[in-house]
């Protein structure tokens, strides 16, 4: 590979682009441009921006990851997550339906994707590993969860409000008595109809001789049947008049490609919100990317998806659209209606701008709860209730940062609710990581294998301890280890020997270093030896860039059978077990 079709893998997969691939693009390409029309536009409610703005951000930013990103069925565009975190982050700054609110909007798709492209360069995506997969989870239900509270205002038809999830609920409870019963059966109907087609439209559809995947092509097209069929009630039995709202006129054609003016303290506002929205958008992007990719066994690279997602970003600004990543759900329409190559989004995105330039004069009559009940439909998906359970029989501490990040999210707001999972995570990894599990390891009789002698029936000397430490050492854990042998030593009057087994450490740093000299002076005063075992190349390479090793008074051993053979002169026991099963 050239290094230029690195950086720019449209050259790798257009070189063998043929006929059948061109057909399979095309197929996708029309069933993901009919899903993500009225997608864009709820979305673009969501985000706070006029609905043509969606269409906007679902069409270049699809020829820009066609041409930098490396998944072949991956389909970018607005995603519910990304577009609620934006109307967190410009909500603060500007009112919505104002000039400044659309500029905030354009600035933080610019911010996300310079951050991103950056970081693709410099090669940093392993920065999104310290969101853990329950802090992401946790993060992702109470967003769902906000967004399905946030519309239901729409589907009510009455004003709403509030600040955060239990305000808005407060709030609506409290405007119940004047729910509009017209703009009410449209939202419940819609939202019905749209479940309906999802559950069981394939099975209908099937039993009425059509092939399954004729079936589900045309049930992933329910939603523009949603979206004609209460346009054409709205506008039929004039609903405007009777206090439905519509959507409005959509002005029709494309904008220009431009760049905001710069605005220092436009900046200063938004970067943080910006590295949030990127950091969420490549977890969730790479995640559906990786998933994909893995069923027809292919790879993506993770770096180059920061360049391709960063490229797809500044190409929404320059659109003045938003902020966009990866979504699960038409990237998963893409892959089955058989997408072969990255064209498949570039012919998407000639669908959305046809659209944009001859179809809008047909959403005027459009309902808002129509898309209301589009965004909750979608969102729903995202709650996870089942993952706290899990988390919760696997692990308190990360059960305890799900949480966490749940309960802020929904009580202080996105931005809030994504650092204090993140701080929590890496918390309690340091925390978890400064008491490391250390075992006290002997022989199994017969073989050449240490465990554990809480867990096994095993041999010991009573003049040597043989100690396993599970964990790499470094700054926060090595006076733990310190402690463990300073204990020991102390309950041990006839020990002689003490041997770290060191084949779970994959690093030491220079403070473990210290460490580690200061156990080997203190035991050497007391008349014990220090001995390592089974150390890893790496390791051993970085202590022979320091003096220990002509300081240790004892050896590094292969391994630790050959340890203890050697300090014993044979490879004999002298005590029976201690160990217990």
Not at 224 to 237: D, E, K, P, Q, Y
Not at 432 to 448: D, F, K, L
Not at 473 to 499: G, K, T
Not at 516 to 538: D, M, Q, W, Y
């Amino acid at each position: 590979m050239s290094p230029l079709s690195k950086y720019l893998p449209i050259l790798t997969w257009s070189r063998s682009y043929d006929s059948a691939a061109l057909s399979a693009d095309l197929l996708a390409a029309v069933i993901v441009t009919i899903m993500l029309i009225p997608q864009s536009l709820a979305y673009a409610m969501l985000a706070g921006v006029p609905p043509e703005v969606g269409l906007y951000a679902s069409i270049l930013p699809l020829v820009a990851y066609a041409i930098f990103g490396t998944s072949k069925t991956l389909a970018v565009g607005p995603v519910a997550v990304v577009s609620l975190m934006t109307a967190s982050a410009v909500g603060q700054i500007a009112a919505e339906g104002t000039a400044d609110y659309a500029t905030a909007a354009v600035m933080l798709a610019l911010l996300s994707g310079g951050m991103l492209l950056a970081m693709g360069v410099l090669r940093l995506g392993f920065l999104a590993n310290f969101l853990s997969h329950p802090v992401i989870s946790g993060f992702i239900t109470a967003a769902g969860l906000l967004i399905a509270v946030g519309q239901i205002r729409h589907i009510l038809g009455v004003a709403g409000g509030g600040e955060q999830f239990f305000d808005t609920l407060l709030t609506l409870a409290g405007q119940l008595g004047a729910t509009n019963p017209v703009t009410l059966a449209i939202g419940l109907g819609a939202l019905a109809a749209l479940y309906w087609a999802r559950r069981g439209l394939v099975a209908l559809l099937t039993r009425m001789g059509l092939g399954k995947t004729l079936a589900q092509m045309l049930a992933k097209a329910a939603p523009i049947l949603v979206v004609a069929v209460t346009s054409l009630l709205t506008w039929g039995f004039d609903l405007a008049g009777r206090g439905l709202r519509i959507v409005g006129e959509v002005p029709a054609g494309l904008p220009l490609p431009a760049l905001p003016s710069l605005n220092p303290g436009l900046i200063e506002a938004l970067w943080m919100p910006a590295l949030l929205i990127s950091v969420v958008g490549f977890v969730e992007s790479v995640s559906v990317g990786q998933t994909l990719a893995a069923k027809r066994r292919e790879r993506i690279d993770p770096d180059q998806e920061l360049i391709g997602l960063g490229a797809a970003n500044l190409a929404s600004g320059l659109a003045a659209g938003f902020p966009v990543t990866g979504g699960l759900a038409r990237s998963v329409v893409n892959f089955e209606a058989g997408a072969r190559t990255p064209a498949a989004g570039v012919f998407t995105a000639i669908g959305i701008a046809l659209a944009a330039m001859f179809l809008t004069p047909a959403l005027y009559y459009l309902p808002q709860a129509v898309l209301a009940a589009t965004i909750i439909l979608a969102v729903l998906t995202l709650v996870d209730f089942g993952s706290l359970r899990r988390s919760f029989r696997y692990s308190r501490p990360d059960f305890a940062a799900q949480m966490a990040t749940i309960l802020v999210t929904l009580g202080r707001g996105v931005e809030a609710g994504l650092i204090a999972g993140v701080t929590l995570s890496i918390g309690l990894y340091l925390w978890r990581s400064s008491r490391p599990h250390m075992a006290i390891v002997g022989q199994v009789p017969g073989t050449e294998h240490y465990r554990n002698i809480d867990r096994h029936e095993v041999l010991t000397c009573e003049d040597v301890l043989s100690l396993r430490v599970d964990e790499s050492l470094y700054f926060a854990n090595a006076r733990a280890l310190e402690d463990r042998i300073s204990a020991e030593v102390a309950a041990r009057p006839a020990l002689r020997h003490v041997v770290l087994m060191a084949s779970a450490v994959n690093e030491i740093d220079a403070s473990a270093l210290d460490s580690l000299l200061s156990i080997n002076e203190r035991l050497s005063e007391a008349g014990i030896t220090f001995h390592l075992s089974e150390v890893k190349g790496p390791v051993m390479d970085r202590l022979q860039r320091s003096d220990f090793l002509s300081r240790l008074t004892g050896e590094v051993h292969l391994s630790q059978h050959g340890a203890c053979c050697a300090i014993r002169g044979d490879c004999t026991p002298r005590v029976g077990a201690i160990g217990r099963a």
